[in-house]
Each structure stands twice: as C-alpha cells, then as structure tokens.
C-alpha cells in the first residue's frame, strides 16, 4: 500500500447536459459530493470511468475521474 503526505484531489472531465467540462469535487454540492465521494471509493483505481448520474432533472455523465495529488 502506498501512503502520500497530501490529500488526494478529485478533478472531474464529464459532461453535464451535453457539454464537456472539467471540476473540482469540492465545487459540488454536499449531496452530490457524497454520492460521488462513493463512486470514487468504489473504484481502487486512479481512473473511474463512465457513471451516469440523473439530478434534479440534469443529466450528468462522468466520464473520468482524475485523481491529483497536491503537494
């Protein structure tokens, strides 16, 4: 198991009513963090990708997960 001194940084590229972006997990909302914050501890991986998330009438498709490590 490796051990890194900073905390582990999500940035996110998904598409959100079929325009591509790119966004912090901490810029979300609590409820929608959380339920990505699951999605991520789903995945053992730097990488997770192509989850489909319906909120609030908004289409969410999450195309990768990025996991950046700050120093």
Request: hydrophobic share 40%; proline share 1%.
């Amino acid at each position: 198991m490796f051990y890194f001194k900073s905390r582990p940084h999500w940035v996110i590229l998904y598409s959100f009513n079929n325009k591509t972006q790119t966004k912090s997990l901490e810029t979300f909302s609590y409820k929608t963090a959380n339920l990505l914050a699951i999605l991520v501890l789903e995945s053992t991986l730097n990488f997770y990708k192509s989850k489909i998330i319906e909120t609030k009438g908004s289409i969410f498709t999450f195309v990768w997960f990025i996991k950046i490590y700050k120093t």
